[in-house]
């Protein structure tokens, strides 16, 4: 499948804090790039996305910025709490077919 | 019901059983995405149905693996002679339409381990 690097693996910050999770991708062709939070024993839940034709969407505490150019996109979580702390992943896509980053491991802590 | 829905939750099987996973996607979606996820990774493309053509199994890792959406509702993931290797969570997602913008939803996966 098509590389999908994701940093950090883990991530921990104080409640309040803002965090950033990056992810890099080699498909030009890509258009679609969504991020998905997993809570532990459920599948994962779209927070926000972003096409190809925007370089930046935000939504409340959370953005998402996007280089095409560079091929690299970024979560930002502003003030941070604690029902923050999940698993999240990048994805974007080929056509129909989607491809997930390995995961970042949040946790904010109190 | 309001989402997706997968059965069972929790599946064991001895090495060289076969194994069947239901997937009960939102009512009226059109498409519908089964991933395989290994612990501590994310979830990776098995195949794609728009309605009940399957319209790309690229994903799936060996003839195995097989899957149907005979009337375009329903779907089922069927794992012949299993391995260890199939150990994992296999996640089912459906969207409203056919487009790559539609928003995947996923159900809460069904855990497979394979002794």
């Known amino acids: 499948g098509e590389n999908v690097e994701q940093h950090p693996s883990t991530l921990s910050v104080q409640e309040g804090d803002s965090a950033v999770i990056k992810c890099t991708y080699s498909?030009?062709?890509?258009?679609?790039f969504p991020w998905y939070k997993q809570e532990l024993g459920k599948g994962p839940q779209l927070i926000i996305d972003?096409?190809?034709?925007?370089g930046e969407k935000k939504d409340q505490r959370i953005a998402v910025t996007l280089n095409k150019t560079a091929k690299h996109f970024s979560l930002h979580i502003t003030e941070t709490q604690p029902e923050d702390s999940a698993v999240y992943f990048c994805a974007h896509n080929t056509g129909n077919q989607f491809y997930f980053g390995t995961g970042t491991s949040l946790t904010v802590i109190p | 019901g309001a989402g997706v829905s997968q059965s069972p939750r929790y599946k064991v099987a001895k090495r060289g059983q076969d194994v069947a996973l239901r997937c009960d996607p939102i009512s009226g979606h059109v498409s519908l995405f089964w991933y395989q996820q290994a612990l501590g990774q994310g979830p990776e493309f098995l195949t794609y149905f728009q309605n009940e053509a399957q319209l790309d199994k690229s994903g799936l890792p060996s003839d195995r693996f097989f899957a149907e959406r005979p009337e375009g509702s329903v779907s089922t993931l069927k794992i012949q002679r299993t391995q260890k290797e199939d150990s994992a969570v296999y996640l089912c997602?459906?969207?409203?339409?056919?487009?790559?913008?539609?928003?995947?939803?996923f159900g809460p996966g069904t855990r497979l381990t394979v002794l």
């Open positions: 997602a459906s969207t409203i339409g056919g487009s790559s913008y539609n928003e995947q939803f």
């Open positions: 972003i096409r190809s034709n925007v």
């Open positions: 498909d030009s062709a890509s258009n679609y």
